[in-house]
């Protein structure tokens, strides 16, 4: 075991390569070169245009396990048409005949491609903007998706608990991303996923995913990338009576240390750093950094501090013009 995560944020994202001057969907992907726009503008057609019909009618007839094994084979199609290097290991600790609580790292939309590899049939938590999307929408709500609202952590828990006791029940494993946002492995695991698998007494899978931020960078650019090499390793679950041994935080910061570790130290596909000098700081975003990169949380909490300060000076000023 290592000695953990550390705040050196060495990440493999560059923009010395050649900018995506050709876009498609609306300009959130973009590529290149001419021929890689025609490739992708193939292949999307190809993998989205009819294929999600079929999915979003077994949905609606309740048909989840020839969903689930339709959703594999799509999965595994996006992947070769790709060129995506998928790496996948641990899968000997599943138990296909058990419904989990599924705690991956969180880098983007490509997790879902190596996340659908496993030998469950899963269903996944997104957050209210994607249910919005033209295409994606109808596909997540008729497959019966959990909708979330990040911003707002009580609507959301209730509707887990409201949701997820019939999904387990039937055999199927719901997929949480404990951090709730892409911006990268610095951010705190949310207590959620950890508190659902208690209430319900279900076990945890917890998954290191590595990788999925080089594929495709959306929301930072549009660029996408082909022959990228995403990672996915299954480390031992916790059993049902070991989630009930534990108070939800303590197994929350049990599970986040080990599925750092392992994505930190680990052989897997360098992992995305959260580097706010590059992306931001989201303002307005729900998030926290996990105290285990202490400079960066350092950082955040200045800049947000300074916000304050900025926005009590805005509204003294405001207060003293119209005085």
Not at 15 to 31: C, F, M, N, Q, S
Not at 142 to 153: A, S
């Amino acid at each position: 075991m290592s000695s953990g995560p550390t705040d050196d944020a060495a990440d493999p994202i560059s923009h010395d390569e050649a900018a995506p001057r050709y876009t498609l969907a609306g300009g959130k992907i973009g590529v290149p070169t001419r021929a890689l726009w025609a490739r992708t503008a193939l292949g999307g057609a190809a993998l989205f245009g009819v294929p999600p019909y079929p999915l979003r009618a077994l949905g609606r007839t309740g048909r989840r396990g020839t969903l689930a094994r339709l959703q594999r084979r799509w999965a595994a199609a996006v992947v070769r048409a790709l060129d995506v290097r998928l790496d996948i290991a641990g899968v000997g600790s599943i138990d296909p005949h058990e419904s989990y609580i599924i705690t991956p790292l969180h880098e983007g939309f490509a997790d879902a491609l190596a996340l659908l590899h496993l030998p469950l049939a899963l269903r996944f938590v997104a957050r209210d903007e994607l249910f919005d999307w033209p295409r994606l929408g109808p596909v997540l709500r008729d497959t019966g998706q959990i909708m979330i609202w990040p911003e707002d952590g009580r609507r959301s828990y209730r509707e887990l608990l409201r949701r997820a006791p019939s999904i387990l029940a039937a055999g199927e494993s719901l997929v949480l991303f404990p951090q709730g946002t892409i911006l990268g492995i610095e951010i705190d695991f949310l207590v959620g996923p950890f508190g659902l698998a208690r209430a319900l007494d279900r076990p945890i899978l917890p998954i290191a995913l590595t990788g999925a931020h080089r594929i495709w960078e959306h929301p930072y650019t549009a660029r996408l990338r082909y022959g990228e090499r995403l990672s996915l390793r299954v480390l031992p679950p916790l059993s049902a009576a070991e989630c009930r041994a534990s108070t939800t935080d303590t197994l929350r910061r049990e599970v986040q240390a080990r599925v750092k570790d392992v994505a930190l130290h680990g052989d897997l596909a360098p992992t995305r750093r959260f580097i706010p000098t590059r992306d931001g700081y989201w303002d307005g975003y729900s998030y926290r950094i996990d105290p285990q990169f202490p400079m960066l949380a350092a950082e955040v909490a200045r800049h947000r501090a300074q916000l304050a300060r900025s926005s009590l000076r805005s509204a003294a000023h405001y207060v003293g013009e119209t005085a």
